[in-house]
């Protein structure tokens, strides 16, 4: 396939290394032309607005960290809706808020264009090894032009309805989910920690028994190991999501109890200073009412 690539942070980089090794044609464009270099030696093009990059495409995907930067280069003069042609499909992987994306989709049908919501789950990791989980919704159509693109960067991919929308939607719930994981497992550590038991033996057991799943293995190694000072998903991206679910949660008139408490978490972890942290530095806080020693 002819594929651009918007958005080059670590999972953009990640997933735009997939499609090269997998054979496709990829252009790419960020803001920042550097973060293009490794992808660049591998082969692929560079456009220099996302109209170019959109011109001649298959499909156009788009990595970006919210509704602002995903409108900022989807709309205008210079954006990729005024290149993408007849045909082509714009697919989505940024986790966004349903309300953009619904939006969004009718701008396209508008113009008689398409696009597909496809937001992943994975860390930068797993978008490097084409080991995402990919979910999407769009029209049954679209989804099978795009399907080798999807296929090739992760490794199942999940199809859900045929509004956009609906993919945002599930993306939020799983982050959702995620931060509510973080939140018990650094209470769980702390009291751990405070009888005397290594948080390391704790995530051992958990992790070696009931609670054997990634989310479990990957987030109880950061917080037994204090790695969240190194980011993979940084804090304030997750203080996003957070604000994001809530936000759909309210206008379909839905309480979200624990969403508010990781809510107070990441105001306050960011109030300790954490922005530049991973988002499972918001488990650290438990230690601290803990009492324990930093």
Same mark, same amino acid.
């Given at each position: 396939?002819?594929?651009?690539l918007?958005?080059?942070?670590?999972?953009?980089?990640?997933?735009?290394?997939?499609?090269?090794?997998?054979?496709?044609?990829?252009?790419? *464009?960020?803001?920042?032309?550097?973060?293009?270099?490794?992808?660049?030696?591998?082969?692929?093009?560079?456009?220099?607005?996302?109209r170019?990059?959109?011109?001649?495409?298959?499909?156009?995907?788009?990595?970006?960290?919210?509704?602002?930067?995903?409108?900022?280069?989807?709309?205008?003069?210079?954006?990729?809706?005024?290149?993408?042609?007849?045909? #082509?499909?714009?697919?989505s992987?940024?986790?966004?808020s349903?309300?953009?994306?619904?939006?969004l989709?009718?701008?396209?049908?508008?113009?008689?264009k398409?696009?597909?919501?496809?937001?992943v789950?994975?860390?930068?990791d797993?978008?490097?090894?084409?080991?995402?989980?990919?979910?999407?919704?769009?029209?049954?159509?679209?989804?099978?032009?795009?399907?080798?693109?999807?296929?090739?960067?992760?490794?199942?991919l999940?199809?859900?309805?045929?509004?956009?929308?609906?993919?945002?939607?599930?993306?939020?719930?799983?982050?959702?989910?995620i931060?509510?994981?973080?939140?018990?497992?650094?209470?769980?550590?702390?009291?751990a920690?405070?009888?005397?038991v290594?948080?390391?033996?704790l995530?051992?057991?958990?992790?070696?028994?009931?609670? #054997?799943?990634?989310? *479990?293995?990957v987030?109880?190694?950061?917080?037994?190991n204090?790695?969240?000072?190194?980011?993979?998903?940084?804090?304030?991206?997750?203080q996003?999501?957070?604000r994001?679910?809530?936000?759909?949660?309210?206008?379909?008139?839905?309480?979200?109890?624990?969403?508010?408490?990781?809510?107070?978490?990441?105001?306050r972890?960011?109030?300790?200073?954490?922005?530049?942290?991973?988002w499972s #530095?918001?488990?650290?806080?438990?230690?601290?009412?803990?009492?324990?020693?930093?």
């Amino acid at each position: 396939m002819k594929i651009g690539l918007i958005g080059l942070g670590n999972m953009g980089v990640g997933i735009g290394g997939s499609l090269l090794r997998d054979g496709h044609s990829l252009t790419v *464009y960020n803001r920042s032309k550097d973060k293009a270099d490794a992808l660049l030696a591998q082969g692929a093009r560079w456009a220099d607005t996302p109209r170019e990059l959109a011109q001649g495409q298959d499909a156009v995907l788009t990595m970006v960290a919210d509704d602002a930067a995903l409108l900022a280069v989807t709309r205008g003069d210079n954006g990729l809706l005024a290149g993408l042609g007849a045909g #082509a499909v714009h697919v989505s992987l940024s986790t966004v808020s349903p309300a953009l994306v619904e939006q969004l989709a009718q701008e396209h049908a508008a113009q008689g264009k398409a696009l597909v919501a496809s937001p992943v789950f994975g860390r930068p990791d797993a978008a490097a090894a084409a080991k995402l989980f990919v979910v999407a919704s769009g029209k049954p159509e679209h989804i099978t032009a795009v399907r080798p693109a999807l296929e090739c960067i992760g490794q199942k991919l999940f199809e859900i309805g045929d509004q956009p929308q609906q993919a945002a939607l599930v993306k939020l719930i799983g982050n959702f989910l995620i931060s509510c994981v973080i939140e018990g497992l650094g209470e769980g550590a702390a009291l751990a920690e405070k009888a005397g038991v290594a948080p390391e033996k704790l995530i051992e057991v958990l992790t070696g028994s009931i609670f #054997a799943a990634p989310v *479990y293995q990957v987030y109880g190694a950061l917080i037994a190991n204090a790695g969240y000072l190194n980011p993979g998903f940084a804090l304030p991206l997750g203080q996003k999501d957070n604000r994001l679910v809530l936000q759909a949660a309210e206008g379909l008139n839905v309480p979200l109890p624990f969403a508010s408490i990781v809510r107070d978490r990441f105001v306050r972890a960011n109030a300790q200073g954490l922005a530049g942290a991973d988002w499972s #530095a918001i488990a650290s806080l438990s230690r601290q009412d803990a009492g324990l020693p930093d």
